[in-house]
């Protein structure tokens, strides 16, 4: 067994407010961690560090959980950079595009998704990135979803099916929902630990309160956990059908009323917030600051993907969500870490102390401050030994 003793670390974030200042986010300055096998032996004051095999030498930089990205969708082919193109000259987004990825998806074989997969994981983990969800979607079939699942699972375990994201035709929504809840769900299950529903009865392509829920009771009973997109385009019924199922996570939430936040306030559903969306498609941001004023659980993550958001920065979430949902730096960092492990139901990561991963990222700067002080700036990195 070897060990490593990341020292010279100026300021530390737990996310362990037992072994630190600073609120929930556990702070330790002029710090030291050990690492053995993988996760976190030891952390406190450099002074009383123990010996270990190795050192490593950070030169007073800042030091984070890794990053939680517990909501993505990066197995897609093809671009909508004309989508994005007519949003910025004033057309809607309502869901329409997801098609276009569909087609594109469906035509590029294994070697192509794997290698598109592997370049956007990479492009997170140099952002500081340790853990992230990626969702199936663009497939629409039982074959085809199974497939960008089983690439997906190899670069995460955090794999969510997400066979009801697109529905074609209104017509033949009965046939349609048969196929995700059967087919669909047999075939995508080995490879799945979530699934998850586009709820929005506003748009026709998205789906309403009974068929979602019977979509999300489906996979609930098959064994899978229950992730909700809801409450995006207006108001609807999504937050209350992922408080209702005991979801993991409802996410979007841009649209909400008192009702909404009092019963997030009252559950474990964690809200994820994505203001990278409201960004590319010019959209009203959500209401961080009532919900967190509420005691909601709030995370952050990039909702990467080719129509809405096409990033893999949670600095850059991390930075909109202090400039434009009221969120101060301490709370968007704990919602991009600490935040995104509540999300995906994880004790693990998104903290580092004792027992837990040591999914570490390094900051070029001397406080996590610097992540919304320094907007745009490749500030963090995954920590490799």
Known sequence: MTSTVVTGIGELVTNDPGLGSDGPLGVIRSAALVIEDGLVAWVGEAQHAPIADREHHLAGRCVVPGFVDSHSH???????????SARMAGARYDGGGIAQTIAATRAATDDELRLRIEARVAEMAAQGTTTVEIKSGYGGTAAEESRALRLAGEFTSETTFLGAHLLPDPEQADAFIAE???PMLAASLPYSRWIDVFCEPSTRYAFDYDQAKHVLQAGAAAGLGLRVHGNQLAHGPGVRLAVELAAASVDHCTYLDGED?????SSATVATLLPGVEFSTRSPYPDARRLLDA????????????????????????????RELQMTPAEALWAATAGGAAALRRSDVGVLRPG????????????????????????ARALRL
Do not use: K, W
């Not at 990066?74 to 994005?84: I, M, P």
């Not at 936040?261 to 306030?265: N, V």
């Not at 990222?361 to 320094?374: F, G, K, N, Q, T």
């Open 74 to 84: 990066l197995v897609f082919a093809g671009d909508r950079g004309a989508e994005f």
């Open 180 to 182: 995700i809840t059967g």
């Open 295 to 322: 005691g909601v659980q709030v995370a952050l993550a990039t909702d990467c993907n080719p129509g809405t958001c096409y990033s893999t920065s949670m600095p850059f979430m991390i930075a909109l969500a202090v």
């Open 356 to 379: 837990a991963r040591a999914d570490v990222a390094v900051l070029d700067a001397p406080s996590y401050v610097h992540l919304a002080y320094r907007p745009g700036v490749p500030l």
């Open 261 to 265: 936040i009092d019963a997030l306030a």
